[in-house]
C-alpha cells in the first residue's frame, strides 16, 4: 500500500514512522529542507521537497499509484490544495485532509459530502476536545476509547496502592468482588505489555486496559476502587481554540467553567462568544489568581495553553493547591512518557490525536475505527467481520488470530458480547480488536477479504 | 555505540559471504581443479567464524541503528569481509604470503581490480571465478545486497544504505529501502545477463562471458586472462565491453528509469550529459595524440584510445593495449582520468562526476561573484539548486581525497618506490582503477610493491570504494567519545 503524506511536522512525522515501521510504501512531501531530512534521517520512507498542492510535486512523488493521500501540514490552504490538486492527476486516490481553522467547522460536512476531492476531514481540535470530555466522565482513566457508537468503551486506569485488586488473580477477581469482571486486555507494567492470562496476578501501580459496555461501566469501574461522581466545576487554563470549543462544550452541559487567559484581547473575544462561563485575564501559573478561583474547589483543571511546559507546570502547581482530576495538553510527543512518571496520568494531544484519526482510514479490510494507544505500542480496532473474511463462522478458538492480539468485544445489532473461546463471529458482526503493533500487519490479513473471491 | 549489535550484524554478513562462496565451489567441482579444497575450507573457516560471532554476541532487541552505528559497521564490516574472502586465495597455492591475499580479496571487493598475480591463467578456474565474483558482489555493494534479501537488517537497512552508497544527492527509487536495494540489484543483474549473452555471441566460451561481465559491472577489471581483454585481440569484444563500461558508469537509477519506459531519462540528466560529454572528449584528444605515433590507421588509435579512455574514466581497468607506450601526454590524460571517475550512484569509482561537476560550478559562481559582488547566483544541477551543505560537503570530500592521494604517495614514495608509480598506484587504488603508471602499469602487477606498501594501498582502495568519510570517520577521536 502506497501512501503520500504532504507535510513533515509532528503529525505528518509520526504517521509517517507509524506506517513505515509497518512496512507500507510511504512518500513524505514538504517544501522545509531541514523538515525533510529530518524525516529521511530516521524514517525509511522516500522524501520529496515541494509544495504539496504542486500537481508536479505530488506527480514526482507517484500520487497516480497512492492509494491514500494525507495532508496535514500545518496550513489548511495547502491541505486543501493538495486534496484538489490530487484529485485532479489522481481521482482514485483517498484524500484526507486536516483542517485546524475553526471557521471551517460548519463546513466539515458539506466538504466531506459535496467536495469530490475530499475524502475525511481531519480535525485535530474537534478530537481533543471530544477526548478532555471522555477523560472527564471516567475518573482516573488514562485513556478512554468509545467503540460501536459509544455502546462499548475501551478504558484504560492506574491500579491504586489500596484498590482491593492489588494482588489479585484475574481468575480470582468474582470470587473476591462478587461481581463479573470485565475484559481486561492488557496490562503495563514497567513500561512492558502484557496480555494476561488468567493466572496473572494484578499489582498496584498496574496500567490496565479493559473493555466494558457503557451501562456497565459504573460497575466495572468500581471494581477497581473509582468512583464515578459527576462533575460541576471545571477550570480551563488557555484560552486558544481548544479550550474555547472546550468551554462551548462544558456550556451545553451546564458545567460551570471558569476560563483563564492570558491575552486581553482574547480575553475580550471568550467573553464575546461565550455566555455562562467565567473568562479570567491573568497567567494560569499565577499561585494567587488560581487560589483566588478556588481551584481546591474544582473537578477537573485543564490546562490548553500553547506552550507546553507552562501546561506541565501549571497542571502539577494545581494537583498540589488540592484540584482532584488534571487533564494536561501536551504536543511534542517525547514528552507523553515522562508525564506519568511526574504524577500527571491524564494526558491529550492534539497531535496524538490526529494520528488516531487518520488510522482507522489506513487499515485495511471494513475498519471503522482505530486507536493507537500506549505510546503507538499497541492498537484497538473496531471492524466490521465481512462474510468472506476467515474469522467468520467458527469458534473464535480455532481461528488463527495473531500472537498478541485479541478479540475483545462482539457487536451483534443492538447486543454486545464479550467473547469466550466459544464465541461464533457472525457475517457482519462489529469486532474490537486488541493488538500489540506487531500483530498488525497479521490482523489486517485476516480482517481483509479472502483472496480466492477475487 | 553497541558493540555487541555490531559484531552481531557483521557476524551475520561474514556468515553471508561464506555461503555465496558455494559458487566457485561449483566451478571448481565441475573443472575438478585444485580450488576445491582452499574454497570448501574458506567456506568452514568463514561460515565457522560467522556463526561464533553471531553466538556469542546474541541480539538484544534493536530496532534503530544510529547514524554512527551504520558506519562503523559499514566499514568494519567491509574490513572483514575483504579479510575472509581472502582465505581461498592464501590457501590455494598461487599467493604465498597473507598479504597479497588479502590485498587480492579487498582489490576484488573494493573493484579495484590491481592484481598481485603474474600468470593468472596459471590460476585455477575456481578461484578465478571467485576472484571475479567478488567484484561483483563488491560492485553494487555487498551490504546493499543483503539489505535486499535479508530480513534480519530491518528498519537499519537504510543507515547501512547510506554508509555503503554514499551519494552527493540521496535518492531512492522506492519508498522502502529494501525495495530500493532490490531494484538495483535486479537492474544490475539483468544488465550483467545481458553482457553474458552478448559476449557469447561473439564466439566467448561461458566461463570467461561470465567473468567479464562479472568484472565489466562493476567497473572491477579482473580478467581470466594475463594480457587482458588484449588476449581476444576482437573489435566486437572491445565494442561490447566499452559499452557496458560506460553502462555501469552511469548511474543505476537512470537504468532503472530507463527500463520503466523513460529513454530519454539518460539525455534529461545533466550528470550523464557531463559524463558521457567529458568521455567523447578525452576520447577525440588521445585517438589524435595516438594517432601517427602510436598506431597508423585512425582507426586503430581510436579502438584503443576510446577503450582505454572508458576502462580508466569509468575506473574498470581493463588494458586493450599498453598504454605506457603512448606519448605523455595521453598517458597524463589517462592519469588525471582516474580522478574524474564515473557518475554518482554507479559502480565506478574516482572522485565521481557530479562532484566535479559542483566544483567546477562553485569555481564559476566564485569568478561571476568577482565580477558581479551583488549578484545571487546558485549553483544548480539540472535547474534545481543544490543546498549549501551539499556543496560544502563535495568541497570537503575533494580536499580529503586529494589530501589523502598526497599523503598515501609521500608514504608508498617513502618506500623507495619511483615517482611515477608512487603517484600512479595510488591513484589507481583510491579511485578503484588498477592498473598504474610505471611498475604497477598495465602490463605489470602489484607483486613486487614493498610489503608495507601494499597495506597503505589496501587501505586506500577501502577509503576509495567506501567514499573516503565511512572509513575516515573511524580515525577521528570524537567518533569514539561516548
Known amino acids: ?454 | 555505540m553497541r558493540w555487541s549489535f555490531i559484531l552481531n550484524i557483521i557476524g551475520m554478513l561474514i556468515i553471508f559471504l561464506g555461503i555465496c562462496m558455494i559458487f566457485p565451489l561449483f566451478f571448481g567441482l565441475y573443472f575438478k581443479d585444485q580450488s576445491i579444497i582452499p574454497l570448501a575450507q574458506s567456506m568452514g573457516i568463514t561460515i565457522g567464524s560467522g556463526l561464533s560471532l553471531v553466538i556469542c554476541f546474541r541480539r538484544t532487541k534493536v530496532e534503530h541503528i544510529s547514524h554512527r552505528e551504520g558506519m562503523a559497521i559499514v566499514a568494519i564490516g567491509w574490513t572483514a569481509i575483504g579479510f575472509f574472502g581472502a582465505f581461498p586465495f592464501y590457501l590455494g597455492p598461487e599467493f604465498s604470503t597473507f598479504v597479497d591475499a588479502f590485498f587480492e580479496s579487498v582489490s576484488g571487493f573494493t573493484t579495484t581490480g590491481s592484481s598481485i598475480l603474474t600468470n593468472i591463467e596459471a590460476v585455477s578456474k575456481g578461484l578465478l571465478f571467485w576472484r571475479s565474483f567478488i567484484q561483483w558482489l563488491g560492485g553494487m555493494g555487498i551490504i546493499v545486497l543483503s539489505v535486499a534479501i535479508l530480513p534480519f537488517l530491518g528498519v537499519g537497512g537504510m543507515q547501512l544504505y547510506k554508509a555503503e552508497v554514499p551519494s552527493p544527492v540521496p535518492d531512492k527509487l522506492k519508498p522502502r529501502i529494501r525495495d530500493t536495494a532490490t531494484v538495483l540489484w535486479k537492474v544490475y543483474a539483468l544488465i550483467t545477463l545481458a553482457q553474458v549473452f552478448l559476449l557469447m555471441m561473439g564466439g566467448m566460451d561461458f566461463y570467461d562471458a561470465l567473468n567479464h561481465a562479472f568484472t565489466t559491472m562493476p567497473t572491477g577489471g579482473f580478467s581470466t586472462k594475463n594480457t587482458s581483454v588484449a588476449h581476444f585481440d576482437s573489435v566486437y569484444f572491445d565494442t561490447v565491453i566499452i559499452i557496458f563500461m560506460l553502462l555501469a558508469g552511469i548511474n543505476f537509477s537512470l537504468h532503472y528509469q530507463f527500463l520503466r519506459g523513460k529513454p530519454l531519462a539518460f539525455w534529461r540528466d545533466s550528470e550523464c550529459r557531463f559524463f558521457l560529454g567529458s568521455v567523447l572528449i578525452l576520447i577525440v584528444i588521445v585517438t589524435f595524440n595516438i594517432y601517427g605515433t602510436v598506431y597508423e590507421t585512425i582507426g586503430q588509435a581510436f579502438r584503443y584510445g576510446a577503450f582505454q579512455v572508458v576502462s580508466i574514466v569509468t575506473t574498470t581497468g581493463y588494458a586493450s593495449a599498453d598504454y605506457e607506450l603512448w606519448p605523455s601526454m595521453s598517458q597524463l590524460i589517462l592519469l588525471l582520468c582516474m580522478f574524474l571517475g564515473a557518475s554518482a550512484g554507479s559502480t565506478g569509482g574516482g572522485m565521481k562526476c557530479l562532484r566535479v561537476m559542483l566544483a567546477l560550478k562553485y569555481c564559476y559562481k566564485e569568478l561571476f561573484s568577482l565580477i558581479h559582488p551583488r549578484a545571487v547566483k546558485h549553483i544548480k544541477i539540472g535547474g534545481v539548486p543544490v543546498h549549501e551543505d551539499v556543496i560544502r560537503s563535495v568541497l570537503g570530500f575533494m580536499g580529503l581525497y586529494v589530501g589523502l592521494f598526497a599523503f598515501s604517495s609521500v608514504l608508498i614514495a617513502s618506500m623507495g618506490v619511483d615517482l611515477v608509480t608512487s603517484v600512479a598506484s595510488v591513484a589507481a587504488t583510491i579511485g578503484n582503477i588498477g592498473p598504474g603508471l610505471g611498475m604497477v602499469g598495465p602490463t605489470d602487477n602489484f607483486a613486487q610493491m614493498p610489503y608495507l606498501g601494499k597495506w597503505v594501498l589496501i587501505w586506500c582502495m577501502l577509503l576509495g570504494r567506501l567514499e573516503i568519510y565511512t572509513v575516515i570517520i573511524l580515525f577521528v577521536p570524537e567518533f569514539w567519545r561516548k
Open chain 1, 1 to 454: 500500500m502506497k501512501v503520500i503524506i504532504v507535510g513533515a511536522g509532528e503529525v505528518g512525522f509520526h504517521i509517517a514512522s507509524h506506517l513505515a515501521r509497518e512496512n507500507k510504501n510511504v512518500v513524505v512531501i514538504d517544501k522545509d529542507p531541514a523538515a525533510i531530512r529530518r524525516v529521511s534521517d530516521n524514517i525509511d520512507v522516500q522524501v520529496v521537497i515541494g509544495s504539496g498542492s504542486s500537481p508536479v510535486v505530488l506527480k514526482e512523488a507517484g500520487i497516480k499509484e497512492a492509494e491514500i493521500l494525507l495532508a496535514v501540514t500545518d496550513s489548511d490552504d495547502t491541505n486543501l490544495g493538495a486534496c484538489l490538486v490530487s484529485n485532479l492527476i489522481s481521482p482514485a486516490t483517498k484524500k484526507l485532509c486536516r483542517i485546524r481553522y475553526a471557521d471551517y467547522d460548519e463546513y466539515h460536512e458539506a466538504l466531506r459530502e459535496n467536495a469530490p476531492h475530499i475524502d475525511t476531514i481531519i480535525n485535530p481540535e474537534i478530537e481533543v476536545v471530544k477526548k478532555i470530555f471522555r477523560l472527564m466522565s471516567v475518573p482516573g482513566a488514562v485513556e478512554v476509547n468509545d467503540f460501536a457508537d459509544g455502546r462499548v468503551v475501551f478504558i484504560g486506569i492506574y491500579l491504586d496502592e489500596f484498590a482491593k485488586l492489588s494482588g489479585v488473580r484475574l481468575s480470582d477477581i468474582y470470587a473476591k468482588t462478587g461481581k463479573q469482571s470485565p475484559l481486561i486486555a492488557a496490562v503495563v507494567r514497567d513500561e512492558e505489555l502484557i496480555i494476561p492470562r488468567g493466572n496473572h496476578k494484578l499489582k498496584a501501580g498496574d496500567l490496565i486496559y479493559f473493555i466494558s459496555e457503557k451501562e456497565k461501566l459504573i460497575e466495572s469501574l468500581s471494581i477497581f476502587d473509582k468512583n464515578v461522581e459527576p462533575i460541576g466545576r471545571v477550570m480551563i487554563v488557555g484560552g486558544g481554540s481548544i479550550g474555547f470549543r472546550l468551554a462551548s462544550l462544558l456550556e451545553k452541559n451546564s458545567i460551570s467553567t471558569k476560563i483563564i487567559e492570558k491575552n486581553p484581547d482574547r480575553c475580550t473575544e471568550l467573553a464575546e462568544k461565550l455566555n455562562k462561563a467565567v473568562v479570567l485575564h491573568g497567567d494560569g501559573s499565577d499561585q494567587e489568581l488560581l487560589r483566588e478561583e478556588n481551584i481546591q474547589d474544582m473537578d477537573v483543571v485543564v490546562t490548553l495553553t500553547n506552550d507546553e511546559e507552562t501546561n506541565i507546570l501549571t497542571s502539577l502547581l494545581a494537583k498540589r493547591m488540592g484540584a482532584s482530576k488534571v487533564i494536561t495538553k501536551v504536543s511534542k510527543f517525547s514528552y507523553i512518557p515522562l508525564i506519568s512518571m511526574i504524577g500527571l496520568e491524564q494526558v491529550v494531544s492534539p497531535r496524538l490525536s490526529a494520528i488516531n484519526t487518520i488510522l482507522q482510514h489506513i487499515r485495511v479490510g471494513k475498519v471503522l475505527a482505530a486507536k493507537s494507544i500506549i505510546d503507538e505500542q499497541a492498537e484497538v480496532m473496531e471492524a466490521v467481520a465481512l462474510e468472506t473474511s476467515e474469522i467468520v463462522g467458527k469458534p473464535i478458538r480455532e481461528i488463527s488470530i495473531p500472537k498478541g492480539a485479541l478479540v475483545t468485544g462482539i457487536m451483534r445489532k443492538d447486543t454486545v458480547i464479550i467473547p469466550t473461546g466459544e464465541s461464533v463471529i457472525e457475517p457482519n458482526d462489529r469486532i474490537i480488536i486488541f493488538a500489540k503493533k506487531q500483530a498488525i500487519p497479521e490482523i489486517e490479513k485476516i480482517l481483509a477479504v479472502k483472496l480466492e473471491f477475487f
